[in-house]
Each structure stands twice: as structure tokens, then as C-alpha cells.
């Protein structure tokens, strides 16, 4: 993933018309703190269990740190200093006040009891509660991570450092949290697929659409594209791709699901009552207008970027496409919206609920959506007008987000040694 970003940065660079410092360039390129830490516990059982914590403070030039949380016994601090980077041109991007910030526990927390998972997150808080808070860094959830454990972080803060809900976002809605905040990231990508089909190619209405991940962000984004009209053909998680030319039922499908209380397309008995299914690397071969990786990093690959025909990808995962991949779908006159732009839809929630929380208020679902709408329709407008015919979204979304960066920074910055 390092690799990638830092090979990203490099074609912004090059496109950028002013020349850079090498001071410029280091500041937006790597992180201003790096926390590392340590959390003990004792299991029911009388184990002992030692997790590595993270916390990447990458850059707060306009304003405090801002990133998920993620518990997984595979987050690394490299990790957290990609997808903290990725954060501070998603806010400078979209013109919020924030910076970019991301973090992690090595644990998982299906494997934990309630009481051991409490006692993970005091720890937590215990160790960073001077790093953090609603204008210093502003954790969110992520994967292995949700409103309930937000809940913790905000209550075990409060105790130490008093009451203080703008510390995190991604809260349960009782306890300060914002109405539509689960569905933004999906509402956000779906949105960004919409503007980019009726812009190069037809209404959305016409579209197919695959989309690799059916976690929250990709069954948000299935079930908002097919509210819109568009036919939703494939859909995968890391098991099974579920196909159907003539268009998954998305809402039938989603009802199961909640029905059925289950999480995953592999835990439906049924699938065939869908369409036909097979394993999860189908999803690259399935005829569609639009593929959205929502799954993790690096699946679309030199290899598997090949097997696509759609025309648009919309990156609704972080860092899912190559630099490999990136460079065969601009030679080959494919249209990429990149992650910092088609999965900004979660931040600017983010940004609502802490401003909400700030102005001690709470909004309606249908006035959250129409602000989340609003803010991504205005970045969407001027990454359109202001990127060239020569250019690619990526790269003018990332300049769009470096240049803003740079105005940011400190007079000195600007002086070549």
C-alpha cells in the first residue's frame, strides 16, 4: 500500500504547476506523530494477552487529526500511516476543517467478552486521552469497530477528561450520535457513480453495476443505486459472488438479511432465489457499466484489473487499485473516481456529527442526507471543472487536495533550501 500512495503522490507532483519543496512535499507525505502502546490483559481464563496499539497523527494543518479505529489482529502501524494520509486529502479534498489521523489495536474483538472488550478500550483511552479529543484527533470507527464501541471510548473519556462527546463520531444516535451516519459512506459512493455515468456515459437508470464487498459500505451502495433505478447484476464479499443479469432484488435480499439476523451472503441458505453463484474473483469477469471495489485495498490488480469491462470504477474501498492497475485503466481509456472523492461520504458525516455535537443539536435523517448530498455535490462540481482533459480524477483530486494542503502550510515551508 505504501508503494501505491507514495507512487500516487508522485504523478500529483509531476501534475502540479508550481514547483514543490522538498519541504512540501516531505510535510504532506509523512505523518507529523506516530503513538505506539501497549495493552495488557488478563483473560477470563487467566491468559495473558499483550495487543499492540497504533495511533498515526498524519497532519493537522486545517484542523484536528481525523480517522477511523480499527481492531484487527492484522492492523500495522504502516497500515495506519496509508490509510491516516489518505484521510488528510479526503478532508482537504472536500474542504472540511479537519486533518487525517487513523489507528488500531491488534485484537479481535469476536473473540473477546464484553467485559475483556471494556477493559481493552479503557486501557486504550487511559494511554492516549491526552492525543485525542474533539479538537486535537477525533477517532471514528472502522473495521472491527462500531458505535458501541465509540460509546466506550466516549464515556471512559468523559470520566477522565469530562464530558465530551465531539472525541469520537460513528456514536449510537442516543448517546449524541448522527440519524443516517451508518448508511453515508454507501449513500456518498452511490451518488459519486450517478454524477460520473450521466456525465460520460447515460442515466443511471441505464447502468449495471457490480460491486465487490457486501459489508455496510457496499450493501448502502447497492441498496442507494438501486433506489436510483440503476440494475445492481453482482454483488461478492470474500467467499461467494451472487450474479443475475437481469438485476439482484438488492431489497429482498437486504430484508433477508435483517430478517435472518445474518451478516454475510454466505450465511443465506438460498442464494439461488437471487441469481447463480460461484467464488468471490467472479465478481471481475460479471459484464457491468460501473464496478465498485468495496472491499479492501489492492483487489484490483495488474492481473485482475484485466478481467474488468466496465467503464467506470468507483473507489468506494481505501487504496483498492494498484498503481499497476491505475496505469493499464488509463491506457486503456477506462474512467477511475478515486477513493479520496467516491468514499468521502463517511468523513462528512463525520464532520455533521461533530458539528452537531458542538452545537449540542440533533438532526433529522432527511436533513443529514441533504447536507452530505449538498457538500459532495459541491466537490464533485469542482473536481469536474477543475480537471483537465490531460489529467485523471485521481490526479485532480489528489493536486486539488495537495494545493490546498500547501496553502495551509507555514511561509517557511515554501523557501528552497
Not at 3 to 15: N, P, R, V
Not at 47 to 76: A, E, M
Not at 219 to 232: H, N, R, V
Not at 282 to 298: D, L, M, Q, R, Y
Request: proline share 3%; with cysteine.
Amino acid at each position: 500500500m505504501k508503494e501505491t500512495l507514495q507512487s500516487f503522490y508522485k504523478d500529483a507532483f509531476a501534475k502540479i504547476d508550481k514547483d514543490l519543496t522538498e519541504q512540501q512535499k516531505f510535510l504532506i507525505e509523512n505523518p507529523q506523530k506516530k503513538i505506539s502502546f501497549e495493552i495488557p490483559l488478563v483473560r477470563s481464563n487467566g491468559q495473558l494477552d499483550v495487543f499492540k496499539g497504533f495511533r498515526v497523527q498524519h497532519n493537522n494543518l486545517n484542523g484536528p487529526f481525523k480517522g477511523g479505529l480499527r481492531f484487527s489482529p492484522n492492523v500495522t502501524m504502516e497500515h495506519c500511516e496509508v490509510l491516516a494520509s489518505l484521510m488528510t486529502l479526503k478532508t482537504s479534498l472536500t474542504g472540511l476543517p479537519f486533518g487525517g489521523g487513523k489507528g488500531g489495536v491488534t485484537c479481535n474483538p469476536k473473540k473477546l467478552s464484553n467485559k475483556e472488550l471494556s477493559e481493552v478500550v479503557d486501557k486504550l483511552v487511559n494511554t492516549i486521552h491526552t492525543s485525542i479529543g474533539s479538537k486535537i484527533d477525533i477517532p471514528a470507527p472502522d473495521m472491527g469497530t462500531n458505535a458501541e464501541i465509540m460509546k466506550m471510548i466516549f464515556q471512559s473519556y468523559s470520566q477522565t477528561r469530562g464530558y465530551s462527546p465531539g472525541v469520537v463520531t460513528g456514536k449510537p444516535i442516543h448517546m449524541s450520535g448522527l440519524k443516517g451516519r451508518n448508511e453515508a459512506t454507501g449513500k456518498g459512493a452511490a451518488l459519486i457513480a450517478k454524477w460520473t455515468f450521466e456525465k460520460h456515459f447515460d442515466k443511471i437508470d441505464t447502468s449495471k453495476v457490480s460491486i465487490q464487498g457486501f459489508g455496510n459500505v457496499g450493501k448502502f451502495t447497492a441498496k442507494f443505486l438501486s433506489d436510483m433505478g440503476a440494475k445492481i447484476v453482482a454483488v461478492s464479499n470474500s467467499s461467494k459472488c451472487l450474479y443475475n443479469e437481469k438485476g439482484i432484488e438488492i431489497d429482498k435480499l437486504l430484508e433477508n438479511l435483517e430478517k435472518e439476523q445474518k451478516n454475510s451472503l454466505s450465511q443465506i441458505d438460498d442464494l439461488s432465489i437471487y441469481g447463480e453463484h460461484e467464488s468471490s474473483d467472479k465478481i471481475f469477469e460479471i459484464s457491468s457499466n460501473i464496478f465498485i471495489p468495496a472491499a479492501t485495498e489492492n483487489t484490483i490488480t495488474d492481473k485482475t484489473v484485466k478481467l474488468l469491462s466496465a467503464d467506470i470504477i468507483i473507489e468506494a474501498a481505501n487504496m483498492p487499485t494498484t498503481h499497476l492497475a491505475d496505469k493499464w485503466l488509463q491506457t486503456n481509456n477506462k474512467i477511475l473516481v478515486p477513493d479520496i472523492l467516491a468514499s468521502a461520504g463517511g468523513v462528512i458525516a463525520s464532520y455533521f456529527e461533530w458539528s452537531q455535537n458542538a452545537q449540542n443539536e440533533q438532526w433529522e435523517k432527511s436533513e443529514v442526507y441533504k447536507k452530505i448530498e449538498k457538500k459532495l455535490s459541491d466537490t464533485w462540481s469542482y473536481v469536474v471543472n477543475s480537471k483537465k482533459k490531460k489529467n485523471t480524477y485521481r490526479e485532480t483530486c489528489y493536486m486539488i487536495a495537495i494545493e490546498r494542503l500547501i496553502k495551509s502550510m507555514p511561509l517557511s515551508y515554501s523557501e528552497s533550501n
